[in-house]
């Protein structure tokens, strides 16, 4: 059945129901239940979906079957973590009000999953599926009207809109992980053998001297840890880890439970690479990273593109700052340097400086020396904060900009 047909008949579906939800909040609720710990039937959800169904004649019954083809998209979408909302659900670029009227695709979408995770009994949540679901909850509530809107997004509310709007998915990515399988591996017979006995069998308290020793690990700059990040690597690479593994679930490595120490091992040898000069290594590390985990998550593109302006690699800036077309600090400042190399001091420089100004009024001046950064920064920040430059240049962003001749005192120049 084509996406057009599915559209059309949904639609007259939601015509003859007493709640008549249009399409996109339709599409919202689908890919909300695809976010329950439990599995509702048909007979449960629909009723909340829509109400009643007034049938007026037999042949009304074949929208049912869109219905659930629209279902069964959704819920595959769920499991192959294709979790963007659909293209109509934009976010003006020059004010985000205007994709908040009402029954607007983006509120409406938004509605949709907010209606579905009432479904959720919080009282059996542990503590992290009560973090995941609530920062997922503020993001759709964020979206659902311009009153919620103006309340959540504060000063800067374009840009911190446009910042939600782009880490949607990495919310929705781990309320999903967190509410369906943080406690079920999910893995087939044979993977759950082989992982059983490449980690599980070992007695429990050398389990808990590796995870003390990955703790260590992450915790360590210095290239002496690269020996013991080699080793917990080899024990991973040679159990579940393995190469038809990497093939199988390459593209949603992330959202494997099993996977994430392994791709915290890999981002940190990068990270220890590029701290010490070994820029190279590092890029060709978190390239690979990003072909496992397209949506970056952890956001090894922040650290990518640091190198890549420092051994002056524009090209492939130029194309990484093409798949993360993102209104962030990061390329933003990356694309202010790229067109600083190739036009100077130039109408096109300035208009990323200004819009590095706009973004953040810290950026220049701790970069340039005017502001101090505390020595202790907190694990999380807000957008236009001093802790945001700070997550810059421990990326090597400061680095970036020494490596390109004047580009300090072309930044600090008014």
Known sequence: MSPTKIRNNVIKLSELSTK???????????????ALPQMLTPSEWQPDLFGDINFQKESELKYLESLMALYNQSMDKVIQNELKMPAKCSLSKQDYRDSLKPNMPLPSYCKGVLQALKNINKRILDAGQKQALNNL????????NEKAAAKEFGEFAQYNAQEYKRNYVYF??????????????????EDE????????????????????????????????????????????????????????????????????????????????????GYTQKAQSELEALLTLNPNDNQANRFLLMNCLIIDKQWDKLDALLAD??????????????????KHGDSKPANDYKKMLQQQNKHFTKILTGQEKLKEQQ?????????EEVAVYLDSLGKQAWVSVPASLFWLRKK
């Open 324 to 341: 993360f077309d993102f209104q962030e600090l990061h390329t933003t400042a990356s694309r202010a340097l790229s067109a600083f190399v």
């Open 193 to 276: 053998a082989e992982f059983n006995n490449s980690f599980l069998d070992e007695e429990p308290d050398e389990l808990d001297e590796l995870d003390e020793l990955l703790e260590l690990v992450l915790a360590d700059t210095e290239l002496k840890a690269l020996e013991p990040i080699q080793m917990l690597l080899d024990i991973m690479e040679s159990g579940l880890i393995t190469k038809q593994f990497i093939k199988d679930n390459t593209g949603h490595f992330w959202g494997l439970h099993e996977t994430r120490p392994y791709m915290m091992l890999r981002a940190h040898r990068a990270k220890i690479h590029a701290l010490h």
């Open 20 to 34: 008549q939800p249009n399409y996109y909040f339709i599409q919202g609720y689908l890919m909300g239940l695809g």
């Open 378 to 386: 907190p694990s999380y920040y807000s957008p236009g904060s001093k």
């Open 137 to 144: 909850s503020s993001v759709l509530k964020a979206f659902s």
């Open 172 to 189: 929705m990515a781990d309320a999903i992980f967190e509410l369906r399988f943080s406690n079920d591996l999910t893995l087939s017979d």
